[in-house]
């Protein structure tokens, strides 16, 4: 029993809870009502695109905490499962089956010809979360950006599986549903982007002595923090502004209930970490500024249950 706590451990179980609940959500609540008359293979794909999606991200995680492990054991010595608890050959073959499965999956309900952006995506994301791994992550601002592209595409992934190649190449750009839902769609992956790139920099601040330590290149030790505080304020200010906008458009809409959730349960924390951000100098508040940052992201994936109702 503690082997399987510990491998639920070493596969982020609440991340991957995260990434389902974006993507179910993604699914039936924005891409349902702009196609009511999606039929039950639909839904039947989407499984599957998911699963495939939590296999990737699975394999990912593992292979993340196997080549981090001297890094973790200096920033977070009481966490770490490899090697202390599962096997270093068990970690490696549970990568390699979870990314075969990933691979596998997808097959089952995407025809290569038809959707081989699909498949040509999973391998890619496999290959990102490898190098990653070994090497992206320890380079200056790479591995940032990274993480964030494969967040954001955790939501892309779902839209692009709805088209073949075909469809995508030659968009019928007249069809109102196919416009919102490419819309909505660069929203919620603009939102994610941001914000991983945000709760990245706060989490290399916070496992600044590992990183220094073993020689990784990461924005507080190349800038120093008060630079990466700039940064981080930077984009937060973007992110705040584009919502705050977003609010005013959608007023004469009379969406008085999302923009109440809106302005409480996201642009509220954005607002308290930005100001807190000036005095946080030790590692456990950038740890609590980390959290305010999931909790906008968790937010903002909730709010697409409005859409349900909205469109």
Same mark, same amino acid.
């Given at each position: 029993?503690?082997?399987?706590?510990?491998?639920?451990?070493?596969?982020?179980?609440?991340?991957?809870?995260?990434?389902?609940?974006?993507?179910?959500?993604?699914?039936?609540?924005?891409?349902?009502?702009?196609?009511?008359?999606?039929?039950?293979?639909?839904?039947?794909?989407?499984?599957?695109?998911?699963?495939?999606?939590?296999?990737?991200?699975?394999?990912?995680?593992?292979?993340?905490?196997?080549?981090?492990?001297?890094?973790?054991?200096?920033?977070?010595?009481?966490?770490?499962?490899?090697?202390?608890?599962?096997?270093?050959?068990?970690? =490696?073959? /549970?990568? &390699?089956?979870?990314?075969?499965?990933? !691979?596998? *999956?997808?097959? @089952?309900?995407?025809?290569?010809?038809?959707?081989?952006?699909?498949?040509?995506?999973?391998?890619?994301?496999?290959?990102?979360?490898?190098?990653?791994?070994?090497?992206?992550?320890?380079?200056?601002?790479?591995?940032?950006?990274?993480?964030?592209?494969?967040?954001?595409?955790?939501?892309?992934?779902?839209?692009?599986?709805?088209?073949?190649?075909?469809?995508?190449?030659?968009?019928?750009?007249?069809?109102?549903?196919?416009?919102?839902?490419?819309?909505?769609?660069?929203?919620?992956?603009?939102?994610?982007?941001?914000?991983?790139?945000?709760?990245?920099?706060?989490?290399?601040?916070?496992?600044?002595?590992?990183?220094?330590?073993?020689?990784?290149?990461?924005?507080? =030790?190349? /800038?120093? &923090?008060?630079?990466?505080?700039?940064? !981080?304020? *930077?984009?937060? @200010?973007?992110?705040?502004?584009?919502?705050?906008?977003?609010?005013?458009?959608?007023?004469?809409?009379?969406?008085?209930?999302?923009?109440?959730?809106?302005?409480?349960?996201?642009?509220?924390?954005?607002?308290?970490?930005?100001?807190?951000?000036?005095?946080?100098?030790?590692?456990?508040?950038?740890?609590?500024?980390?959290?305010?940052?999931?909790?906008?992201?968790?937010?903002?994936?909730?709010?697409?249950?409005?859409?349900?109702?909205?469109?």
């Amino acid at each position: 029993m503690k082997t399987f706590v510990y491998f639920l451990r070493l596969i982020r179980w609440p991340n991957l809870i995260f990434i389902l609940l974006a993507e179910v959500l993604f699914h039936f609540c924005i891409y349902k009502p702009l196609y009511p008359n999606a039929g039950v293979e639909v839904d039947i794909n989407f499984s599957l695109i998911v699963l495939t999606y939590l296999f990737i991200a699975s394999a990912g995680y593992i292979i993340n905490d196997y080549f981090d492990i001297n890094i973790d054991q200096v920033n977070k010595p009481n966490k770490v499962v490899v090697g202390s608890h599962i096997n270093r050959r068990w970690v =490696i073959f /549970w990568h &390699l089956f979870f990314s075969v499965m990933g !691979i596998y *999956v997808s097959t @089952i309900a995407f025809p290569f010809k038809q959707y081989w952006h699909i498949h040509l995506s999973n391998l890619l994301t496999i290959l990102l979360l490898w190098f990653y791994s070994t090497n992206f992550k320890k380079d200056f601002l790479v591995g940032n950006v990274v993480i964030a592209i494969l967040t954001a595409w955790s939501i892309a992934v779902v839209y692009f599986s709805k088209f073949t190649i075909q469809q995508i190449t030659h968009p019928n750009i007249k069809d109102i549903a196919n416009f919102r839902f490419a819309k909505l769609m660069a929203l919620y992956c603009g939102f994610a982007f941001i914000l991983t790139l945000i709760r990245e920099a706060l989490k290399d601040m916070e496992d600044m002595n590992g990183d220094q330590k073993f020689g990784c290149k990461t924005l507080p =030790i190349v /800038w120093g &923090l008060k630079s990466t505080k700039v940064y !981080i304020g *930077v984009w937060l @200010i973007v992110v705040i502004a584009i919502l705050a906008i977003i609010q005013l458009y959608v007023i004469p809409f009379g969406w008085w209930y999302s923009i109440l959730y809106c302005l409480l349960f996201i642009i509220y924390p954005l607002i308290y970490v930005l100001l807190k951000l000036k005095t946080a100098y030790a590692s456990a508040d950038f740890k609590k500024l980390s959290m305010y940052i999931k909790i906008a992201m968790f937010s903002g994936i909730l709010s697409m249950l409005f859409f349900y109702f909205l469109l």
